[in-house]
């Protein structure tokens, strides 16, 4: 099995120390650093915003992975791709028009992603596989970080890597909310390439470098 990238989230670090929260990832070996943006309207949790973005990119090399649970995404596209964001992702049930905000993305030079909400059919995502660079399956509700692995979603995962192998696009497929190093492997081999984490990482008692060896551990064998 190849080994998928690893996307720490920082939702579940330190809020007072979010550098050196992304500087234990650097350490840790992750690939990305995943960034939960949430507005209190669109799901009930408020988070982070454009500035905190921009501070995070300062702070990092590694690529920022900008997941926007939030409504009208439409509007917020130029303050973000400013900000520093590498993928922005958004919600195909929150934008007027996911098309045109895709395509916005993309001419920012950012990398668009669309993901969907656990109770959201695969079908609501097919039509924009041509469009993005990542696809994004929720695997809990969203909102709020350390809750329970919906086992379902990995029929999402295998339905979408099915579509995205069927059309041969080379899209990242990535899965969010309740990732640990006890399941991480099945959720790889249906077919994810980025697996995000945040709890199991931050919240490990043997700290993230650590946390992030029991991940490979896990999935490589």
Not at 201 to 210: H, L, Q, R, T
């Amino acid at each position: 099995m190849a080994e998928p990238k690893f996307a720490p989230s920082i939702l579940s670090a330190d809020f007072a120390r979010l550098a050196d929260a992304v500087k234990a990832a650097e350490q840790a070996g992750a690939d990305w650093v995943h960034v939960d943006v949430m507005d209190g309207h669109f799901v009930p949790n408020l988070t982070f915003g454009p500035k905190m973005v921009a501070d995070l990119h300062k702070a990092t090399r590694l690529p920022l992975d900008v997941h926007l649970m939030i409504d009208r995404p439409e509007d917020w596209v130029d303050r973000y791709a400013s900000a520093g964001a590498t993928y922005l992702t958004i919600h195909v049930e929150a934008s007027n028009d996911v098309p045109g905000t895709l395509q916005a993305i993309r001419s920012r030079g950012v990398r668009p992603g669309i993901t969907l909400n656990p109770e959201t059919g695969v079908d609501a995502v097919l039509p924009h596989l041509g469009a993005v660079d990542l696809v994004l399956v929720m695997s809990v509700r969203p909102g709020f970080g350390g809750q329970k692995f919906i086992e379902g979603s990995l029929d999402k995962v295998r339905a979408i890597r099915a579509a995205l192998d069927q059309r041969r696009l080379a899209v990242e497929l990535e899965v969010d909310g309740g990732i640990k190093p006890n399941n991480a492997a099945r959720v790889a081999a249906a077919g994810a390439t980025v697996l995000v984490a945040g709890s199991a990482i931050y919240e490990d008692p043997d700290g993230p470098v650590a946390a992030l060896a029991k991940f490979k551990r896990a999935v490589l064998g």
